[in-house]
């Protein structure tokens, strides 16, 4: 069985992806080893990259992601990064189905933000800004919106074409958007409940100075040591949470930067998902100060997030 990026949409509906995340990090017998990077060589054109992403849990199920970025397809007018997933029986090894893995990988990414927004964000949140208009924007926002009760949307992107038409379909689905300028970003950041980031910014585009007290800070797009998207200052007056903490630790600009200037440490670092997921720390309600206290939510994915949507998505149409 064959999953397309529309029917994979279908079968990972927010509310149930969320709770499938949960599960799958509450979990202490899930396997997931580091991901694997291979350089392949492309005869007359620029090397190639073979990622692969697996994870299992034992007797029950096996899955692995493989991505492939292709850099000279840019010449054939293709996309230079392709991938899929294929889930297989965790006992016998017999495939299962095979899903659109870009798609995969947008839903788990927009439901694991979603995850840390239910512990880390005020319930009361209303306001969101999305930084960012591409592909993950217009899957934060509703997976955002499906945990808490958000009722008017601004959008910047440092495109304004692109700021335009994600408004122009929020608006399409009866949702109080509208366009923030560049020169309105600080004023939207002070005012805003929750700041979901999805950027490729090699530089701070959200300030720590901005933020109010109560704001929840939603970090998705550095996925590289020199990518960042919030300066050294919001790390220090947020309390810090992330996916996994030996991802965030080795792969995001976010956290290398500030520890590599002496302004937090990798302690700063107050719980992963599994210490969420596992009750081992409740989240915003163990804060001091909770209804003011400023949390930040660093991602940078995890092989456990496309097993359980994998597995979700499996179940759903069995």
């Known amino acids: 069985m064959q999953l397309n990026a529309e029917q994979v949409c279908e079968a990972l509906p927010w509310?149930?992806?969320?709770?499938?995340?949960?599960?799958?990090?509450?979990?202490?017998?899930?396997?997931?080893?580091?991901?694997?990077?291979?350089?392949?060589?492309?005869?007359?054109?620029?090397?190639?990259?073979?990622?692969l992403m697996p994870a299992w849990i034992p007797g029950e199920y096996l899955g692995v992601k493989q991505v492939n970025v292709f850099p000279g397809n840019s010449a054939r007018f293709q996309p230079g990064l392709s991938?899929?997933?294929?889930?297989?029986?965790?006992?016998?090894?017999?495939?299962?189905v095979q899903l659109e893995g870009n798609e995969v990988t947008a839903r788990r990414t927009a439901a694991a933000s979603a995850l840390a927004s239910r512990f880390l964000s005020r319930e009361d949140s209303r306001e969101l800004l999305m930084v960012g208009a591409g592909r993950m924007g217009r899957r934060l926002i509703p997976a955002h919106m499906s945990v808490r009760p958000i009722c008017r949307v601004r959008v910047w992107d440092r495109n304004p074409a692109a700021s335009q038409a994600l408004v122009a379909e929020l608006r399409a689905a009866d949702i109080d958007a509208r366009?923030?300028?560049?020169?309105?970003?600080?004023?939207?950041?002070?005012?805003?409940?929750i700041i979901?980031?999805?950027?490729?910014?090699?530089?701070?585009?959200i300030l720590g100075d901005w933020l109010k007290p109560g704001t929840h800070l939603d970090l998705v797009g550095s996925f590289t040591p020199t990518m960042r998207e919030t300066d050294n200052r919001a790390m220090q007056r947020c309390a810090v949470f992330v996916d996994t903490r030996a991802g965030a630790l080795c792969e995001t600009g976010?956290?290398?930067?500030?520890?590599?200037?002496?302004?937090?440490?990798?302690?700063?670092?107050l719980a992963e998902f599994a210490d969420l997921c596992r009750g081992r720390h409740p989240g915003r309600s163990a804060l001091e100060n909770p209804a003011g206290a400023i949390t930040l939510f660093k991602s940078v994915g995890d092989s456990r997030e496309d097993l359980a949507a994998a597995i979700l998505a499996y179940r759903n149409l069995s």
Request: hydrophobic letters at 40%; a negative charge.
């Open 83 to 96: 991938s899929h997933y294929l889930l297989s029986c965790g006992r016998t090894g017999s495939p299962l």
């Open 254 to 269: 976010d956290l290398i930067i500030p520890i590599r200037d002496g302004a937090i440490t990798p302690e700063t670092i």
């Open 15 to 51: 509310d149930l992806m969320i709770d499938a995340l949960s599960d799958i990090f509450a979990r202490d017998d899930v396997c997931a080893p580091v991901r694997h990077h291979h350089g392949v060589e492309v005869p007359g054109e620029p090397q190639a990259t073979l990622l």
């Open 196 to 205: 979901s980031c999805a950027t490729l910014a090699t530089d701070p585009v």
């Open 179 to 193: 366009v923030c300028a560049t020169e309105e970003l600080q004023q939207a950041a002070g005012t805003a409940d």
